[in-house]
T-cell receptor, first 113, second 114 residues
């Protein structure tokens, strides 16, 4: 089945540092979404991308939809302790009418004050 | 807060019992999705429903699992004769439209089978 490869699997950084994570796929996606999940909670939508090459920001977060439509990255600038959590990329493929999301394996972020 | 509601938040069942998980979508959303998350893993799609219709159930196990989204009331994910391997977090999401629209997730139901 379709898979998203998300990297890195985990990161341990100092407060104030910038963070970058990415997702790649062997298939073309027409939508990329980035979510953050805290322990015991559901994923919270951070950024949605709909167009190849699109660059979108949400506060200290910036995400881009790759030109090939097979990848996306998420950057977090000037990290703070509350950025701790698991970040997931998710994509929707072309065609069909299901709207189902395919998720990456997640990037666990730990921030040291 | 008119977010996606799920209940119960935690559910414990003995092997062989039935589990019923409920999901109320966000106000104005008519598309509901169920996902399952095993520990240390990403979410896996199970089923997509609109009111009174199952649109895509390609991620649902063939046996023991069923889902519905009736004209009135919440969407229900039903697991019959639960086994230990069914222990997981089950998340519901909703959207206004199926494609090119954001999906918003509920807090999940943590199912533990003893």
């Amino acid at each position: 089945g379709q898979q998203l490869n998300q990297s890195p699997q985990s990161m341990f950084i100092q407060e104030g540092e910038d963070v970058s994570m990415n997702c790649t796929s062997s298939s073309i996606f027409n939508t990329w979404l980035w979510y953050k999940q805290d322990p015991g909670e559901g994923p919270v939508l951070l950024i949605a991308l709909y167009k190849a090459g699109e660059l979108t920001s949400n506060g200290r977060l910036t995400a881009q939809f790759g030109i090939t439509r097979k990848d996306s990255f998420l950057n977090i600038s000037a990290s703070i302790p509350s950025d701790v959590g698991i970040y997931f990329c998710a994509g929707q493929t072309q065609g069909g009418n299901t709207g189902k999301l395919i998720f990456g394996q997640g990037t666990t972020l730990q921030v040291k004050p | 807060n008119a977010g996606v509601m799920q209940n119960p938040r935690h559910l414990v069942r003995r092997r062989g019992q039935e589990a019923r998980l409920r999901c109320s979508p966000m106000k104005g959303h008519s598309h509901v999705y169920w996902y399952r998350q095993l520990p240390e893993e990403g979410l896996k799609f199970m089923v997509y429903l609109q009111k009174e219709n199952i649109i895509d159930e390609s991620g649902m196990p063939k046996e023991r699992f069923s889902a519905e989204f009736p004209k009135e009331g919440p969407s229900i994910l039903r697991i019959q004769q639960v086994v230990r391997g069914d222990s997981a977090a089950y998340f519901c999401a909703s959207s206004q439209m199926p494609q090119r629209y954001e999906q918003y997730f509920g807090p999940g139901t943590r199912l533990t089978v003893t």
